[in-house]
């Protein structure tokens, strides 16, 4: 059976890691890998992230299962963290996955089987693992436009353009914020457009919100996906704990399916504990525990709040002195758009074969579309990397 396997194409981000490791030169900048650093390149353990594991470490008596849909508990404070209420509590089924992927894995398995004939749209670009899972589950899906490549920023007349080409039944697959890999961002106004798109249509919106506190703050960051969520009768939430809270390697996400009434809701919570069941039974429960004891204590929650926000300043700060430094090197104001952005991560709108010559001339390494992470930067490789870009001639 073995010898019968197929070598799988190399992760783009993973060969790039290797690439990185392996360059000796001592000015080279990793702006490739999607984790936040700071300015000491390191990912650092968030105070109060801290303070929830040592009373874990007490206070915790057994390592027992807890439940296929992972603990209440958890569920109820990640739903208040990004919903805030605006949805009847009694419409919303949801169970704990292995991180933000493992909830979008299961939203792609619950809409292959309840409407396996129905197409996924995703943005162009979209974080390439949507549509990995997508194709190794054999589902049908599509692309819209999205990014500009001129503007650097949404091409929105082309978004609802194809959109418009769905079909009842057909779902949407949006970024909730910080859009990755591009950085940009609807507003507002672009995001009741969406609303009243889906709505008539009779398309359901799936929303991937994984940098929640990373673009504009808690609360304006979740200011789409509550929208959406109130505005339409059914929504799927994909909720990531990864970064917000830098519990990566904890594996801590969340998957919400929003009924459109609360009688239904009950079927609901059982298809998702089944799936829970078919794929690894019960979630992880450490960081799930960690985020709870965070977001249910008032003063942890301060704390984190405060770190997240000095974290979300730094990001902004980084990306206000590459677009002013970048107006200096080239004398124009053609990447202001980086200042616009938000989150990780911007898409430069460069060519692979510009990327690799800033990776071969100048030790800089980003993906092969140009996507570059900001918390990668620091005040120090910020000029470094804004002669470089220019000197590339991008």
Not at 40 to 48: F, L, Q, S, Y
Not at 58 to 69: C, I, M
């Amino acid at each position: 059976m073995l010898n019968n396997l197929k070598p799988q194409p190399a992760d783009k981000i993973l060969a790039l890691m290797a690439l990185y490791r392996d360059d000796p030169r001592p000015t080279k900048i990793d702006l490739g890998v999607g984790v936040y650093k700071n300015a000491e390149g390191v990912t650092p353990v968030m105070r109060a992230v801290k303070e929830a594991e040592r009373r874990l470490v007490e206070e915790q008596t057994s390592k027992a299962y807890v439940a296929l849909a992972g603990d209440p508990a958890y569920s109820n404070a990640m739903i208040e963290l990004v919903l805030n209420n605006v949805v009847d509590r009694g419409r919303i089924a949801a169970v704990a996955t292995p991180g933000g992927t493992g909830a979008v894995r299961q939203a792609f398995e619950l809409i292959k089987g309840v409407s396996p004939d129905a197409t996924v749209w995703v943005s162009n670009p979209t974080w390439p693992n949507h549509v990995s899972i997508l194709n190794y589950l054999g589902m049908n899906h599509t692309a819209y436009r999205y990014f500009d490549s001129e503007t650097r920023g949404v091409d929105f007349d082309g978004m609802i353009e194809d959109l418009a080409g769905a079909s009842a039944g057909d779902v949407v697959l949006l970024h909730g914020c910080c859009h990755n890999p591009t950085g940009a961002n609807l507003n507002q106004t672009q995001w009741q457009t969406v609303v009243d798109l889906l709505n008539e249509k009779g398309l359901i919106p799936m929303i991937d919100i994984a940098y929640q506190g990373f673009g504009d703050g808690l609360e304006e960051d979740a200011a789409a996906t509550r929208l959406v969520a109130s505005s339409v009768p059914e929504c799927l939430i994909a909720a990531s704990c990864s970064k917000n809270f830098g519990v990566y390697r904890e594996r801590t996400g969340l998957l919400m399916a929003i009924s459109e009434d609360a009688g239904n809701t009950a079927v609901t919570q059982g298809n998702l504990n089944h799936l829970n069941r078919q794929n690894f039974s019960f979630p992880p429960d450490h960081g799930a525990r960690v985020v709870t004891t965070i977001l249910t204590d008032d003063a942890l929650r301060a704390d984190w709040a405060a770190e997240l926000e000095d974290t979300r300043l730094g990001m902004l700060r980084l990306r206000e002195q590459l677009a002013s430094e970048l107006q200096r090197a080239s004398g124009s104001d053609r990447f202001g758009f980086l200042a616009q952005h938000r989150g990780m991560f911007s898409r430069l709108g460069a060519s692979a074969d510009l990327v690799e010559r800033l990776r071969a001339e100048h030790g800089i390494y980003m993906v092969s579309d140009s996507r570059l992470n900001i918390a990668g930067l620091n005040e120090t490789t910020v000029p470094i990397l804004a002669k470089a870009i220019v000197e590339t001639g991008i």
